[in-house]
C-alpha cells in the first residue's frame, strides 16, 4: 500500500504536465527539483532528529560543482551533475565530521556558522563564481540514446525534474523503512538507548547527515541545470531556512511531507505576493498556524489522525 | 591463575568525578552462569561499577575482562556485540515505537553484518527473534501498541525483551524490581531465573527477598568499594553490612 501510494503521487505528477496551463509546468518543475531539496533536509530533521541551519551549503555545493565544472571545463550535463553530487558529498562528509561534535541547538549553530563561512567565500571568490550576479549557463542538452534533448524546454524540464524528484523520493522511502531507518528514529527518540543497543551512534549521524548533504546536491545540480544559472542566493541563510519550513508545513519525518510543505509554500508566495508587498506576513502567518494546530504539519497531521501507517 | 570458567573481571577499577571517586579499586568477578546480585546503599557506586562495565562510561583507571579479553578500550556498542547487554534503571524504552518496533531494533543488531544486511535485511528471522523475546516477558499479545500506552510494568519487561533480543551473554539488569507490584516482582524472579539457564546475570537490587530468591551470590558496595562478599545467607549476617544500611 505505501509503496503504491508513492508511486501513485508519481504517476499524478507526470500526469499533471498533460492537465495544467503551461504557466504551471515550470513552477511545478521547481517545486518538484525543491521538493527533492527538502525532502533530503527531512532525512536528518524528521528522521534522525537533528535540525540543521546549513543546508544550503549543501544545496549550493551541488549547484556550484555543476556549474563551476559546465562553465570552465566545459563539461557535459552528466559529467556536471556527477560532480555536482561528489562536490556535496564531500561537503557533507567534511561537515558532519566537525559539527557532530556537537547536538542540539550547538548542532544549529554550527551549521549555520559553517553554511555563512561558505556563503561569503562565494561572494569573496567572485571573480570565479560570479558572486551574487552569479553566471548563466547555455545551450545546456541532455543526449539520451541518440536524441539531443533541451534542457532548457519545458516538457524535457519537467520530466528531468520529475525523474529527480522520484529518485530522492524513493531513495527516501527505501531508507525509511530499511534497518538504518529504524536506527535514524531511534536516533532521534533516545540516542543514549541506542547506544548500549549495540550501534554506533556517531557512525549513524554521520550517515545521516551524508546522504542528507547528498540529496541536498543532486537537486542543488539539478536545479542549475533546468534552471540555467549559479548564484551566491542559494547559498544564503535563506535557503537554509526554506527547507527546515517546508519540512515542518508538510511534515517532518514523514516521506511525502516535503512535497505537500514545498508545494503549498511555494504557491501560497506565488498567490500572495500577486496581491501584496507583505506577502510574507500571510506565510508567516500559516508557520504559526501550522504549529499551533497541526505541530505535526499537513502529511503529519493526516498520519495521527487517519493513516498511520503512513512512513 | 584464574580458572576459565570467569566471564567477567574488573581490575582495580576506577571512576573520578572531580572530587569524588564513585568508584574506587573494585575487583569483581563473575563466574559464567551465575546470578549475582550487586546491593549497596544509595550512592555506593553499583550503577556507576556497572556503567563501567557496560562501556556507558570510560574507567579513570583499572581494566574490565569479559571472556579473558581486555574490553577497557572498547566502546559500549561494541561491547555489546560482545554479549553484554545493560538494561536501565530508568525506563529507557522508544516510547513513541511499537512494543514490536522497540524489539526489532534490539534484534536487527545481531543479524546485521555483512553489506547484503543493510540492503536486504533478514526480516524474518528478525521477526521469529521478536516474537521469543516477546513471549519470553509475556507481551507478545501487545505487539501492536505504542510503548507509551503500555502500564509502568509491562514497560519495565519491554526493557528486559529488548535486552533478551539481543543475546546477552552477561544480561545487567539495574534494579529490575523497582517500582513493580508484588505479583509482578513474582514474575519477574521466574523470568530472570529463565534467562539466568543461558546468561550470567548481574543485578543491581533493593528488594532483599528479590535478592535472596535469585543470587546465588551477593556484593555489597559501600562508598565505591566492595566491602562484603558472600551467599545470601552469609550476607545478611554480616556486621559490615549491617552498618552500612543501618547507618544511611
Known amino acids: 500500500m505505501t509503496l503504491g501510494l508513492h508511486l501513485g503521487v508519481l504517476a499524478l505528477l507526470a500526469g499533471l504536465q498533460l492537465v495544467v496551463p503551461p504557466f504551471h509546468h515550470g513552477m511545478l518543475a521547481r517545486i518538484m527539483v525543491l521538493a527533492a531539496y527538502a525532502a533530503g533536509y527531512n532525512l536528518l530533521l ?3 532528529g537533528l535540525m540543521s541551519l546549513g543546508h544550503a551549503m549543501f544545496f549550493s555545493a551541488g549547484m556550484y560543482g555543476t556549474g563551476l565544472a559546465i562553465h570552465y571545463l566545459g563539461v557535459g550535463v552528466a559529467t556536471g551533475f556527477l560532480l555536482g553530487v561528489v562536490a556535496g558529498l564531500a561537503v557533507a ?3 558532519g565530521l566537525i559539527t557532530l561534535r556537537t547536538a542540539g541547538p550547538a548542532f544549529l549553530i554550527v551549521t549555520m556558522m559553517l553554511a555563512q563561512a561558505f ?3 562565494t561572494l569573496y571568490f567572485n571573480e ?7 553566471f548563466i549557463l547555455s545551450g545546456l542538452h541532455l543526449d539520451l540514446g541518440g536524441r539531443r534533448l533541451a534542457l ?12 529527480v524528484f522520484a529518485a530522492c523520493l524513493l531513495l527516501n522511502l527505501w531508507l525509511v523503512r530499511s534497518p538504518i531507518g529504524r536506527i535514524l528514529l531511534a536516533l ?20 545521516a547527515v551524508t546522504v542528507s548533504g547528498v540529496i541536498s546536491a543532486v537537486a542543488g545540480s539539478a536545479y542549475t541545470l533546468l534552471f540555467s544559472y549559479v548564484g551566491s542566493t542559494f547559498a544564503g541563510i535563506l535557503y537554509s531556512i526554506y527547507p527546515l519550513l517546508w519540512a515542518l508545513l508538510g511534515g517532518a519525518g514523514t516521506t511525502l511531507g516535503p512535497l505537500v510543505g514545498t508545494l503549498v509554500m511555494t504557491y501560497l508566495v506565488d498567490v500572495t505576493s500577486g496581491l501584496t508587498t507583505a506577502y510574507l506576513i500571510v506565510v508567516g502567518a500559516t508557520l504559526v498556524a501550522t504549529i499551533l494546530w497541526v505541530p505535526a504539519g499537513i502529511v503529519g497531521g493526516i498520519r495521527a489522525r487517519w493513516a498511520p501507517w503512513l512512513p | 591463575m584464574a580458572p576459565v570458567t570467569a566471564l567477567l573481571e574488573t581490575k582495580a577499577i576506577s571512576k573520578r568525578f572531580g572530587g569524588l571517586e564513585a568508584v574506587s579499586g573494585v575487583d569483581l568477578r563473575l563466574d559464567r552462569g551465575e546470578v549475582r546480585a550487586l546491593i549497596g546503599p544509595n550512592g555506593a557506586g553499583k550503577t556507576t561499577l556497572v556503567s563501567l562495565i557496560s562501556g556507558r562510561l570510560n574507567p579513570t583507571s583499572g581494566r574490565v575482562l569479559f571472556a579473558g579479553r581486555d574490553v577497557t578500550s572498547l566502546r559500549a556498542w561494541d561491547r555489546v556485540g560482545l554479549g553484554i547487554v545493560y538494561t536501565f534503571q530508568i525506563t529507557s524504552i522508544y516510547r513513541g515505537f511499537s512494543v514490536y518496533d522497540n524489539v526489532a531494533l534490539a534484534a536487527q543488531r545481531r543479524r546485521l553484518r555483512k553489506l547484503s544486511d543493510w540492503i536486504a535485511l533478514d526480516r524474518q528471522a528478525v521477526a521469529r527473534d521478536v516474537e521469543a523475546a516477546l513471549a519470553t516477558v509475556g507481551l507478545w499479545a501487545l505487539r501492536d501498541q505504542p510503548a507509551r500506552a503500555l502500564a509502568y510494568g509491562h514497560q519495565r519487561l519491554l526493557e528486559v525483551a529488548m535486552a533478551l533480543a539481543l543475546r546477552p551473554e552477561l544480561l545487567i539488569l539495574d534494579e529490575p524490581s523497582q517500582g513493580l507490584a508484588a505479583a509482578e516482582i513474582d514474575g519477574l524472579c521466574g523470568l530472570v531465573r529463565d534467562i539466568a539457564r543461558a546468561a550470567t546475570v548481574l543485578v543491581i537490587e533493593h528488594n532483599m527477598a528479590v535478592v ?6 551477593v556484593t555489597v558496595m559501600d562508598q565505591g568499594r566492595i566491602i562484603a562478599e558472600g551467599t545470601p545467607r552469609e ?3 554480616h556486621a559490615e553490612v549491617q552498618k552500612a544500611y543501618l547507618g544511611r
Open chain 1, 119 to 121: 556563503y561569503l567565500a
Open chain 2, 235 to 237: 550476607i545478611e549476617a
Open chain 1, 188 to 207: 532521534r527518540e533516545n540516542e543514549e538507548r541506542t547506544r548500549l543497543l549495540g550501534y554506533n551512534t556517531s557512525r549513524y549521524k554521520l550517515l
Open chain 1, 128 to 134: 570565479i563564481t560570479g558572486g551574487d550576479q552569479g
Open chain 1, 46 to 48: 524528521g528522521y534522525a
Open chain 2, 212 to 217: 535472596l530468591e535469585l543470587a546465588g551470590r
Open chain 1, 152 to 163: 532548457a524546454d519545458p516538457a524535457v524540464k519537467y520530466n528531468v525534474a520529475l525523474a
Open chain 1, 93 to 95: 562528509a567534511a561537515v
